[in-house]
T-cell receptor, first 115, second 115 residues
Framework: EAGVTQFPSHSVIEKGQTVTLRCDPI?????LYWYRRVMGKEIKFLLH????????ESGMPNNRFLAERTGGTYSTLKVQPAELEDSGVYFC?????????????FGNGTRLTVT | AQSVTQLDSQVPVFEEAPVELRCNYS??????LFWYVQYPNQGLQLLLK??????LVKGINGFEAEFNKSQTSFHLRKPSVHISDTAEYFC?????????????FGGGTRVLVKP
């Protein structure tokens, strides 16, 4: 089966511009997560979708970040307008169930650089 | 709330030597514990996890970890490393009462295996 796919792999944008990251989870995985690793820091949880519904968005840093999962398939994470501190690696992950026994599959990440 | 501390940011080790990566956590509730590995240019992969039962957990690629509740530690070990073990390793926890896949990560430990 295909793994979790993230696009683009790298993005370099200027401060104030808009960027949209995309994540395609493993087919049939209802649970989709976004995580972020800012340079030199820990990987931090952003939000969790169950199908098309936001289950937990407690990690979203501010209202410049908008995540969607229309139709419960792929997800997008839009940053508008981007700031320098948004630079980092954005990971998407999916799992079949919410339970801890359901493995979390990560994508390769999108490296975002805001200049 | 939980926090995870990985005491070593980088660990250089010679091929065929043993390695131990240290992880301590802090939590007001019981947690599940995980180790993930990120090889260069790849996403995170689950190495092993502790949910309950035996405190010694065996994972993939010859790694094992031991849960020590009194010391709130979950150190990762491998008796003999290979060049291919060069990667970054992440310790993570999740709250038993919350969704099992909302993870709190440590800062990561880069392992560089030298010939």
């Amino acid at each position: 089966e295909a793994g979790v796919t993230q696009f683009p792999s790298h993005s370099v944008i200027e401060k104030g511009q808009t960027v949209t990251l995309r994540c395609d989870p493993i087919s049939g995985h209802d649970n989709l997560y976004w995580y972020r690793r800012v340079m030199g820091k820990e990987i931090k949880f952003l939000l969790h979708f169950v199908k098309e519904s936001k289950q937990d968005e407690s990690g979203m840093p501010n209202n410049r970040f908008l995540a969607e999962r229309t139709g419960g398939t792929y997800s997008t994470l839009k940053v508008q307008p981007a700031e320098l501190e948004d630079s980092g690696v954005y990971f998407c992950a999916s799992s079949q169930e919410r339970r801890e026994n359901s493995p979390l599959h990560f994508g390769n990440g999108t490296r975002l650089t805001v200049t | 709330a939980q926090s995870v501390t990985q005491l070593d940011s980088q660990v250089p080790v010679f091929e065929e030597a043993p390695v131990e990566l240290r992880c301590n956590y802090s939590s007001s509730v019981s947690v599940y514990l995980f180790w993930y590995v990120q090889y260069p240019n790849q996403g995170l992969q689950l190495l092993l996890k502790y949910l309950s039962g035996s405190t010694l957990v065996k994972g993939i690629n010859g790694f094992e970890a031991e849960f020590n509740k009194s010391q709130t530690s979950f150190h990762l070990r491998k008796p003999s490393v290979h060049i291919s073990d060069t990667a970054e390793y992440f310790c993570a926890v999740s709250d038993l009462k919350a969704a099992g896949n909302k993870l709190t990560f440590g800062g990561g430990t880069r392992v560089l295996v030298k010939p």
